[in-house]
């Protein structure tokens, strides 16, 4: 490999298998410490199926719930929150003439948050998957791992780690808001919030 391949793996790891899984789990605890309701759906889940002991990859289909939140968190706050594809010849998408060559971008945060695919769509609300939603949606009105032959290689892999880690700290932590601290998006490379988000947290039990 040459010093620059070397270099263009090292940032896909970095990028693709970091900072995507740490913006998303950021979002959700974001979301589901706005959404308290939510968060102790979620708690109560992974207490009764997992008591005291530590999930594992044969818990997730007993996670439902915690797998919706997953589901929604990557609708609202996708981390690749747009991406682009180049035209192979001369086309026309909904009068738009696009000539061969021309780049063209798709934006998650845009159409994730379309009324057309979604009821209220700026709400939170995991259990708007719960009937199957995702095997009735049009193809890529919900995209957070992109699509096409260049889709995301380990879409599959963020949703069981996200899970798993949800699984893992919600029974111990309880996750409240610094009400001094605005979140606001930060759109860079990845979806992330600027300045962080900053929070306090409480072991569950404790006073």
């Not at 990557?74 to 180049?86: C, D, I, M």
Request: proline share 9%.
């Amino acid at each position: 490999m040459t010093d620059q391949q070397v270099r263009d793996e090292v940032m896909t790891l970095l990028l693709a298998g970091h900072d995507t899984t740490a913006n998303a789990l950021s979002w959700t605890w974001y979301l589901l410490a706005t959404n308290p309701l939510a968060a102790e759906r979620l708690t109560a889940e992974v207490q009764t199926v997992l008591g005291d002991r530590s999930p594992s990859v044969a818990d997730l289909p007993r996670l439902p719930y915690t797998e919706r939140v997953v589901w929604e968190s990557l609708r609202l706050y996708p981390p690749v929150y747009g991406f682009g594809r180049e035209a192979v010849q001369d086309t026309e998408v909904m009068g738009y003439r696009i000539p061969k060559g021309w780049n063209v971008i798709m934006c998650q945060w845009v159409v994730h948050r379309d009324a057309r695919f979604f009821s209220n769509p700026e709400r939170f609300d995991p259990d708007r998957w719960a009937d199957g939603l995702a095997q009735k949606l049009p193809r890529y009105a919900y995209f957070p791992f992109g699509g096409g032959p260049r889709q995301c290689i380990g879409n599959g892999f963020p949703l069981m780690e996200a899970v798993l880690a949800l699984a893992t700290v919600a029974p111990a932590y309880e996750f409240t808001l610094d009400p001094a601290h605005p979140v606001v998006v930060n759109p860079a490379v990845t979806l992330r919030p600027r300045a962080g988000i900053r929070c306090r947290l409480r072991r569950r039990g404790s006073r």
